[in-house]
Nanobody, 125 residues
């Protein structure tokens, strides 16, 4: 069971990045994205249910960070637009071996037990 991220990097404020999370070794019912800034806790960003495509977002990213999935490829994407320098953080994707509700997971990272290695996103002002 493995979650592998790609797509982080350095971008200027106002710019965009795309993150990809590829899941292997199992089938999952949803995926969430989190971020952790220096000296802060891990915070939920976005989440998607695979069965119906329903999405959930933290208020701070609504309208800027659309989450999407490709069920056939077992991949989830996070498009990040209009990035702000305070959004510099390590970004993670996460899921669980059992079905989970996004509205709970996005506020409770400890409820998920499968995590990617993290990818650094640095937004320069």
């Amino acid at each position: 069971v493995q979650l592998v991220e790609s797509g982080g990097g350095l971008v200027e404020a106002g710019g965009s990045l795309n993150l990809t999370c590829a899941a292997s070794g199992g089938r999952y019912t949803g995926m969430a994205w989190f971020r952790q800034a220096p000296r802060k806790g891990r915070a939920g960003v976005a989440c998607i249910h695979f069965n119906d495509g329903k999405t959930f977002y933290d208020e701070s990213v609504k309208g800027r960070f659309p989450i999407s999935r490709d069920n056939d490829l077992n991949r989830v994407y996070l498009r990040m637009d209009s990035l702000k320098d305070e959004e510099t953080a390590t970004y993670y994707c996460a899921t669980d071996r059992v079905p989970f509700p996004c509205q709970v997971a996005i506020n409770s990272p400890r409820s998920l037990d499968l995590w990617s290695q993290g990818t650094q996103v640095t937004v320069s002002s």
